[in-house]
């Protein structure tokens, strides 16, 4: 059974930090690049960040300088630093899972909160 079980979200202050992870398990991690989605109040769901199993990453221009995706492929976990939050971060942040062979795979969520 594949999981993928995202953690660390929370409420914080403008400009404050939050560490989100993404544990996965069921999978073959080191062959999957790993995704960082976001959700926010009445917004359509938009890619954050990426890290291949290469280790190439693509982060989304709103978050640029601010946030750094990495993966540990020996915890099978991939991690979402962010810095400087805003309150336009506030959103529910997803992780993805997807492999060459077309399997697609999300958790199921974690609320980020920023506001004083």
């Known amino acids: 059974q594949v999981q993928l079980v995202e953690s660390g979200g929370g409420l914080v202050q403008p400009g404050g930090s939050l560490r989100l992870s993404c544990a996965a398990s069921?999978?073959?991690?080191?062959?999957?690049?790993m995704g960082w989605y976001r959700q926010g109040p009445g917004k359509q769901r938009e890619l954050v960040a990426s890290?291949?199993?290469?280790?190439?990453?693509n982060y989304a221009d709103s978050v640029k300088g601010r946030f750094s995706i990495s993966r540990d492929n020996a915890k099978n976990t991939v991690y979402l630093q962010m810095n400087s939050l805003e309150p336009e971060d506030t959103a529910v942040y997803y992780c993805?899972?997807?492999?060459?062979?077309?399997?697609?795979?999300w958790g199921q969520g974690t609320q980020v909160t920023v506001s004083s």
């Open positions: 069921g999978i073959i991690f080191r062959i999957y690049t």
């Open positions: 890290i291949t199993s290469g280790g190439w990453i």
């Open positions: 993805r899972g997807t492999s060459s062979l077309s399997y697609d795979y």
